[in-house]
Nanobody, 118 residues
Framework: VQLQASGGGLVQAGGSLSLSCAAS????????VAWFRQAPGKEREFVSS????????DYGDSVKDRFTISRDNAKKMVYLQMLSLKSEDTAVYYC????????????WGQGTQVTVSS
């Protein structure tokens, strides 16, 4: 599967932004999809994930109650709605896919920059 993230940009603190991850290839519905982010000088951080059926989601503590992940398997899309953005949310955001039965995210998109100004 190939992934392409989009939707990043510059937003003021307190604002919102929605990221999209478009997938190509077969069997998209067989993948758990997640968002990660990496800020300059920091390690990559897990943001959120959604199960292959979309019925189970997970969030990192720093984004819980502010971000919402969803997916549309028919469109091969995964979305990340981000509300109440903070300056510390500034990072490059990547979507990644993990095939059922595997324990690692083996497929990564190219990343999209999110910058939150304070």
């Amino acid at each position: 599967v190939q992934l392409q993230a989009s939707g990043g940009g510059l937003v003021q603190a307190g604002g919102s932004l929605s990221l999209s991850c478009a997938a190509s290839g077969r069997s998209f519905s067989s993948y758990t999809v997640a968002w990660f982010r990496q800020a300059p000088g920091k390690e990559r951080e897990f943001v959120s994930s959604v199960s292959w059926r979309g019925d189970s989601t997970d969030y990192g503590d720093s984004v819980k109650d502010r971000f919402t992940i969803s997916r549309d398997n028919a469109k091969k899309m995964v979305y990340l709605q981000m509300l109440s953005l903070k300056s510390e949310d500034t990072a490059v955001y990547y979507c990644a896919a993990q095939h059922l039965g595997f324990n690692e995210y083996g497929y990564w998109g190219q990343g999209t920059q999110v910058t939150v100004s304070s």
